[in-house]
């Protein structure tokens, strides 16, 4: 049973626009979540975070929005651009277990020019 | 600056042969991790180390043994492959700090026929 789950296999978007990538969760003991960003033949690579304590988390173009009622996390760039094609992944954590990250399936975001 | 390195970078198996995937970290971090990636399953843990001489199961351990030889490198062995190790295989490591941003490799992509 998958705890993280990203819906949404691929996603396209136009070069300016606003890119929305969704994360939904199923364990409520989940205190951080982060993004990660990966291109082919590379590792991921850290993106964006956010407390559980929080509900919005913003860096440049990235903001990160959490629900925590709904088990919902979502990211948005905002404008998008042709270097942010890349798979997106969504992870979990727990405080004091480790820095274990439990990932979504990912996410494979094309902006076209 | 290195970070995480990984080899070999490609490695195609027989099955039933081993193989050892060799991971070092010049971050000076605690923790590593060693996970897989597959088509739509993200990355899962096969099998971590909190510190230097200490190694516990993630999701995914069965038909891997691991090896902390020291605090930079986390080695995996496959002792028997099978087609299903077919993988992208990457190496993390991390501070231990709370957030649970981990730095990976670039990967090893393994294919066992």
């Given amino acids: 049973d998958q705890q993280v789950k990203q819906n949404s296999p691929s996603l396209s978007v136009q070069e300016g626009?606003?890119?929305?990538?969704?994360?939904?969760?199923?364990?409520?003991?989940?205190?951080?979540?982060?993004?990660?960003?990966?291109?082919?033949?590379?590792?991921p690579?850290?993106?964006?975070?956010?407390?559980?304590?929080?509900?919005?988390?913003e860096d440049g173009r990235f903001t990160v929005f959490l629900n925590k009622s709904a088990k919902h996390l979502s990211l948005h760039i905002v404008p998008s651009q042709p270097g942010d094609s890349a798979v997106y992944f969504c992870a979990a954590s727990r405080y004091n277990a480790g820095n274990m990250l439990t990932f979504g399936g990912g996410t494979r975001l094309m902006v076209k020019p | 600056n290195a970070?995480?390195?990984?080899?070999?970078?490609?490695?195609?198996?027989?099955?039933?042969?081993?193989?050892?995937?060799?991971?070092?970290?010049?971050?000076?971090?605690?923790?590593?991790?060693?996970?897989?990636?597959?088509?739509?399953?993200?990355?899962?843990?096969?099998?971590?180390?909190?510190?230097?001489?200490?190694?516990?199961?993630?999701?995914?351990?069965?038909?891997?043994n691991v090896s902390r030889l020291n605090k930079r490198e986390f080695s995996l062995r496959l002792e028997s492959a099978a087609p299903s190790q077919t993988s992208v295989y990457f190496c993390a490591s991390s501070s231990g700090s709370s957030t649970g941003e981990l730095f990976f490799g670039e990967g090893s992509r393994l294919t066992v026929l």
């Fill in chain 1, 45 to 57: 690579t850290f993106l964006i975070s956010i407390s559980s304590i929080k509900d919005k988390n």
């Fill in chain 1, 17 to 43: 626009r606003i890119s929305i990538l969704n994360c939904d969760y199923t364990n409520s003991m989940f205190d951080y979540f982060l993004w990660y960003k990966k291109y082919p033949a590379e590792g």
């Fill in chain 2, 3 to 64: 970070g995480v390195t990984q080899t070999p970078k490609f490695q195609v198996l027989k099955t039933g042969q081993s193989m050892t995937l060799q991971c070092a970290q010049d971050m000076n971090h605690n923790s590593m991790y060693w996970y897989r990636q597959d088509p739509g399953m993200g990355l899962r843990l096969i099998y971590y180390s909190a510190s230097e001489g200490t190694t516990d199961k993630g999701e995914v351990p069965n038909g891997y």
